[in-house]
């Protein structure tokens, strides 16, 4: 067996959940998701780090490390209801961003065609191109929506002389056809960055971009009504791309490139969830959970949660549509217990 | 005399109230509050160091520590218009947490029958069991509703082979009849954890818990006034239990079982104010204070000033209750002076 | 040429502006803004360190150092669209209070004369008597009124035995008549300080100070709409100071005197932006960024957008002036382009 | 199996080395060295933390987790050269120190009894009570000397009215019976404490404590010469404890109770290796790293060489035995090779 | 009474010996140490923090705050074979150096009238000047020689326009004839600073500098034989001044200006040791302590073992004058007890 | 003008020198040191961070920025006696490690080959290939020596699949001929790594590697004679490359693969001292300060100290050629002034 396990520490598995080895298929054979370590920082134009996210966000709990957690709100428990299997981390050489990426891009793309949702641990954001092409080389180029939360775009063409980093993975996307610019939702965006050339680039793909300003302005519940219609419209598939900067650096510091002013973790919970009940979630990726720059683990715990609360999500979805059910969110805890 | 002082640090009082002795009657007749701490961390499950809570929750300030702090908001002084004592530390061995408990159990317990409110001060949330304990031992067991902030719902039954421990005191209230299980109103639950055979358990025993997607959906506000009014139906007294982790640790960060998603630190401060400015409150434990993990002491200093809010509120309610006077939110800050 | 540099670390200008000389005026003759570091933590009465705020404020930004900052939400670059220069710290020997204050109402006074606005980079709160007495110098004692954001007062009369300090500027600029009482508008006042005795005194000055259960019950925006109200009647500019405690210590740990329960980060930027787009703000000053006590630079990065969103504001307030336009906090990101 | 895997934290063993169960004896059978975790802060009087010394220390390294280390001074693999096995922990309520201390005890008797050496990583100070017993249930109460590494005697009597806890293990071993007291060497005590009675029952019982005034006078190596000859006089076996706070805590900050002026990590590591080398060790143990007041992990680094520093020293000993050679410190690192 | 306590923090002494004030002279009357706290960062060039210097010092240390403290080495109890008393904090208003430097030399002259030996706690080392000036204003000027430990020289001129500041004392006090030139003895300067131009005036005073290259060349044995011997040459005491920077960075990193290539921990622990146990020492300070920059605590325990140190040894000398006895480095701990 | 500035942060000096543009060579003609910055990770096997190591190894210092350090120990200016010119930071994008090195080479080279002395600050070690190269692009391939620092070999073949990074650029060197194996001189080595073969093929090359138990037994001095004796030897330059990880993690814990046991700091400036004082340097580095795991800027703090003690040791040198002397570390400090 060759599973590499963890690049950089002891091979553990996300909380528990039992390990696969992606070169062999046997071993994931009817897995519902797969989670995948991406532990790169070589994209990354500022504070470095993500190389250690995998593993943070893997262990990033309280709780005895059992391979399950039943949620308190959704009534499931997402890493039993659901076969969850982690395959470890893709052994990406800091200093070799295309091989790395390419890396990852046959471990996504072996995940989805086995007919699993991968999920993916970052690293920087560089590796949205190869999660989302990989996804989309099963599901179809185009036929998958993104929705991206994050405070900056990553749309930016040539940086330090390179087409590859955590700035351009999105670009890129859309140039290659992998994913379209017109079913691509960007949720959070802030700051002074990128400047107007990329933001016509972006206007002319038909992106949809949510800044904070609208977002404080009409509400995030009425932005996400809107960019949740938009991704299943004429796609098949939604990848949902959460950088965690999306959340103000004052509740989650331990990140590359943070810019204040942006939502709370609540918020993020609160989209995640939505966004993975309502839709045809086919990928997900987290990343640029900084390890070195982070306080009391506070943003490993969130980007832990942030998992958590997607595939307990996904398998509420799942319980719903098997049962014919609802989730109620005003439900108390305990009503119909005891 | 025989006060113990600090256990673990210098001895000194809560921002310079006068001190009293345990052992001595007399130096705490007559008193409103008296401040014990519990400097314990033997109960805590994952992350420890709540045994320096009790110290730094009594000198996070920034002010002198004088005894004296008028609220700006509330228009008294919670140190100065109550007769505040501060009893220092119980003498709690880490490795035995049944002695512990037992001597918390007996500070609570004479201060209770003195006549003050006991303000204790954490430690891990294990001591909640002494604490309630002890108050109901003078009011009446099952006569003292439990209003709980917290993100655990702290009913486990055996951890780790032991009954007591900072997941288990609410079941082992419940269980021993010092607390009903129908008057114990949970605030800001979220997360993993206790399972579905705990959960049937408090729905059995009649708990009312607000899961933060109730609290998302509905409002703060509505559940509190929900869990206000059924804290004083056919209950003598109150009894406040505020886990520092019920707030988000983006924000608090300093404590042992960290759960994201929770409320701000200006959404605690308002609704620890709120209970007591309107209830009968008997009795207050602010709890999970972890040094150790704490950035810049903002989560001592959260401590500190939910002990403030608390006694500010009280000093209130009293002032209100002899001057027929009602306080005003909405009221500037310079209304009146001058 | 006698350009001071940085008095703490490497002569460094905002985020790469250019630099002038406060002994040569022709060097920012012109200008629209001058930057101005004021390294100061000789007045703080509790953690020291604003002595490196305004170095932290000028780099912490993970973008080029190139002088250039295209706002997203703005449409327009605040430091290339007016003409920012950026002359250096003010040497301010830490033991000399008042020699140093001296020294930074003589720079401001040099800016505003020249028709520049200054924007001041503390240092503790203490300087905000010489910048709004150096932009009163120039515009008018008692002409400019003050929209103070800060968790404090600052309208202590004597400390320590001194008449300076980041406890009392508010109440020298009013005693000295450079600012009128009654247009000293304070947001974000909460706590334990001051007490009743200076509380009169504000009120008997007619000062409008909006304290955070104001904020909360009556919502922040109602609250601004009142101050800006005042802020412009009967006075010919707006000073804008705002202490980086005004938002919660939570998300902006790095400071002296933390007080729970302040502002988020978006709240702030939301203010700061509004105030400089609707309001003839002529002085700026942004306080109290310790970067000892910062995580992850969280602060840092926020006192750098406090003054980038400033600046930004102030850019778009006069292009819109100048094309008769309007801009609308609800249009898209990308609306127009392409 | 009942494996327990780590009590806090996901289930990973020193550096990659395979695991075993104390409750299967055949998964252990013809082990050379078991290593058991003991995590364990329950006997700590000031700084917890060590708790999570074993999950840190069988960590703390930046070289794949492959259960490989070959050395580069001794020319051998400690973790494969030896059979070395890693149990897991020790389930150790935190709160209950007698049960706890219990647990280690019969894992280390299990250890010891099928011909292993235990390397035990705590955890508090007070586990070297149950593994000096546990070693000395199968070698014989009285024929095991103990070379202890501290800056503290660890001989106190009752504390806290307890008679367990870090400063208490070595009384209790010696009035046991399991240790003699005149075969009990202490190495790096300094500071104030424990007092004159305690010093006097130690003399009382023989022991031999080199306090640093000595060692700097003497000289390290003749002390541990002159110990060295003493531990091995009447007794079969020899435990070696190490408390990393013998280092100064300028360079092992992670501990709980720091005594500055203690040896530098060069000379605990030197000490290791002679004593590995040269004693028939039958027992270690490597306590008090507390992760949390820890640095850069630069303390969990230093107890992760510690430990393997004497799995290589004792591979070594066996090589040179079996071979009859002589290792020589001062031969070049490339001799003979090539 | 008047007494201050501690300006930055609760009111509490080193380490629990008893309080007296310096207001009411009976209150130290035949003390023989007292204890001042001096807590300015006002005159620092660079990193600020030592306001907290007293309050760390004060209580870094993990036993019982009880007044005691029995040193192994030295087999006294420096806090009560003496009579310690703690006269708190003297009121430095941090941005008027000048005010704040005179209220030391106020005490410091109090506690050397009265036959005590002042202790002094620092702050930066601007407070020599008053430090030895005051004990010169009860000895006489000019009959105290310096023996003073620091990276630094400490002899500047004037900085930032002003006479007083921590790079300065030295000069001032030699200038004053407070202390000779020629019997200012300097231990452990290293680094950039000053130049050629205060080093001929140094030269020219008659100062003896110990450069660390001399000390590793001659051993710093050999380098303070010479020193003491000059210390005690037509001089009636010592005053002893520790900057703790005087240690590497590496061991002490709490201070406001590190040079690295320090002596170790070890080595300033036996000087500080031997210095008191051989001269006629009349006046400490213990500096440069900045709690802000410190890490696990360890400089602050650093500055507490100095004044241990300082105090054992004080005891001893005074123990074996009385007894005729004479202290043996080499004698092992337990000799002659049991 | 090209000149890149500091790619990480503002564009700056190393402490103020002038500044000068690799892509003009007009700009560094006659200049006697060219230093480089190397900000790069991307060849990091473990904990990253050394992108920001030129930026903090410029301006860690407490003085000011004004181009200018007098040796208290030496007796010159390094900065100014010798002419020193700061390039600014090569561009190296981060996942492009053979394009980032080729980009060092040639920067290196044009320094080299203007008759210059590069100093390099790093970075990680991976850079040691290209500043090796392009010192031996001029000099001749083979014609220098290395004196390499350093707890690790950095002689590994293959990682991760790639021929780059920080543990394999001695062996890339020596492959390539541009040094010869047995001019190679390495000191400080220690741990776990490398494995036998690659040690084979070390002593195959002839290296000569000192490992601290061989420094620990001959004395790092003797090791020293004879090392740089050795490097002399049939070569025409020396170059010297310090990797801080060469020192104790305990004193220097901002560093990515730390090992302990190390040297001292002040073992390191003095070695570093001498090296630049008695031999033909031509080209130096300073790598893997990692400042997001350093404390205090201690690290930093080492790293500027090492530069400018070689800087001062090469100016002493020229000095002492010019006029004939030899400088007497054992000589007083003010001795022959005043």
Do not use: K
Not at 71 to 77: E, M
Not at 261 to 289: M, N, Y
């Amino acid at each position: 067996m060759s599973r590499y396990g963890s690049q950089f520490g002891p091979d553990i598995t996300f909380l528990g959940v039992p390990r696969c080895d992606l070169d062999d298929p046997a071993s994931f054979a009817g897995a519902d998701v797969v989670i995948v370590g991406a532990p790169f920082d070589g994209g990354t134009s500022h504070r470095p780090g993500t190389r250690f996210g995998p593993s943070a966000i893997r262990q990033a709990c309280y709780l005895a490390h059992d391979g399950s957690r039943p949620s308190l709100a959704l009534r499931v428990d997402g890493l039993t209801d659901l076969r969850v299997l982690d395959a470890g981390d893709v052994e990406m050489p800091p200093g070799e961003i295309e091989r790395a990426l390419a890396a990852v891009e046959r471990a996504v793309t072996a995940v989805a065609a086995a007919g699993a949702i991968p999920v993916v641990l970052g690293g920087d954001h560089s590796i949205a191109l190869p999660d989302v092409t990989g996804v989309a080389n099963h599901h179809g180029h185009g036929r998958v929506s993104v929705l991206h939360f994050d405070a900056h775009a990553d749309t930016g063409d040539i940086e330090f002389g390179s087409l590859y980093g955590h700035g351009q993975p999105m670009r890129r996307l859309i140039e290659s056809g992998a994913a379209r610019g017109d079913r691509f939702l960007q949720i959070g965006l802030r700051g002074y960055w990128p400047g107007p050339e990329t933001l016509d680039w972006m206007a002319a793909r038909g992106l949809r971009s949510y800044e904070m300003t609208e977002i404080v302005t009409r509400g995030l519940d009425a932005c996400l009504d809107e960019a949740m219609a938009l991704a299943v419209d004429d796609c098949d598939g939604v990848f949902l791309s959460v950088d965690v900067d999306v959340v103000d650096p004052g509740m989650a510091p331990g990140t590359g490139t943070p810019e204040p002013g942006g939502l709370t973790s609540r918020q993020l919970l609160d989209a995640v969830r939505r966004i993975c009940l309502e839709l045809p979630v086919v990928g997900v990726d987290v990343v640029e959970v900084s390890p070195p720059y982070d306080v009391a683990e506070v943003t490993a715990y969130l980007g832990n949660r942030v998992v958590l609360e997607a595939l307990s999500a996904l398998a509420r979805r799942r319980a719903d549509a098997r049962d014919g059910t609802t989730w109620d969110p005003a439900r108390p805890l305990l009503d119909g217990r005891g």
